[in-house]
Each structure stands twice: as structure tokens, then as C-alpha cells.
């Protein structure tokens, strides 16, 4: 399965936009890009996902470069509510009819302050 | 509407003890999966079942049973439980159409903790 690398941990300040980069240099072209988030003592959320071109959703917007061997998620104006750890997982989508599965790495930790 | 509901939500169990997680989701969804997630760590694999009927291992089943009962529901059984199994377990669903399913996006419930002594 294709890796992908992101930082550790990031801090933004709230109502400031954030740029959270990932790597991921040995996608194939089979490979959909997901972005997830998880909020303390939750379950993850889909945060959302493209292929090739830049993406935007009422949470989010999906850079991906045109290599495709990184994206970077970009929340526009940071909440306190944003704090989380966010995960950027490669999904591959190869055959039909088929469960694909998402593998979790550790992520990259959020965090927002005043 | 739910979602994807997980129970119980707390579990102390000794080592040896069975027990059964139970998971349904009301999305109508073909896919279902269980994963674990330990301190400090993302979120692994055990088992998923892309439709009723149907059961596949995942990164680290070992341990664990699984029974697809119906559409709605997908549970995990640890016939007897070990430390290692100490652990967040979530359930997941995604998909309402299996051959679209693929690309969909997961909707997890908010996990069983499980501590086995």
C-alpha cells in the first residue's frame, strides 16, 4: 500500500487559516486521496477526498499538486473546534464491488489557540 | 437518524473472558468494518465485510471473530480476551451501493473502550 507522511503536530492560531501538508511519493494512479479527522474521544469524520484536481467542501478545501506526489488540506478559518488529529490516507479503489479499505497512519495533530 | 451505533460504550473485562461487541448502522450501507486504535497510535484494521454474507481479515485479526448478522449489523467477538486487547474499538460503514462503495466515504461510531485485566 502507498504511505503517506505528515507532520507530527501543527498549531494555528483561531480564525487563521491552516495548511496541513502530506506526502505521499509513491501514489499510483488508482489512488484517491482522503483526508479524516478525529475529534477528541470520537470516532474519525470524513474531512474529504479528490483525485486530481483542487476540492472544496463546506469543511475543507483539497490542494493536490500536479505530480500528485503531495496535497495539502486547507481549513480557512481555524476554530477551537478544529482541534484534532488529521489523517491523510490513500485509498485505493482498484476493482469494483469490493470493500477499499482505509489505512490509518498516526497523523498530524491540531492544535488552535486564542 | 443514528448513524453507526456502537455498544456498550465501556467494557472491563478479565483475561479469559468472552464478549461480544455489537455494532448496526441505519445508512443502509453494504460495507462494514472494525478497527482498534491504541494510545498514541492510527486507527488498524481487524476485520470488514463488503456486503451481508460476506467476511474478510484485516491487518491484525488475530484474536477476534466476526459475524455479519444482517445488513444493518456487524459484530466482533473476542472468544478470550488478553491485555493486549486493551483498546478503543470502532465500527464503520460506508457505501449504499457496492459497486460505488469503493470511493465512499467511512462513517464511524464513537468506539467501545475495552480494558481486559
Redesign the interface.
Known sequence: DAKTTQPNSMESNEEEPVHLPCNHSTISGTDYIHWYRQLPSQGPEYVIHGLTSNVNNRMASLAIAEDRKSSTLILHRATLRDAAVYYCILRDTRGTGTASKLTFGTGTRLQVTL | NAG?TQTPKFQVLKTGQSMTLQCAQDMNH??M?W?RQDP??????IY????EGTT?K??VPNGYNVSRLNKREFSLRLESAAPSQTSVY?C?S??AD??R???S???????TRLTVT
Open positions: 453507526v453494504n460495507s468494518y478497527y498514541g497510535m492510527g486507527l488498524r484494521l470488514y465485510s463488503a456486503s474478510d484485516g491487518e470502532f464503520a460506508s457505501g457496492s459497486y462503495s469503493y470511493n466515504p467511512l462513517h464511524f461510531g464513537n468506539g
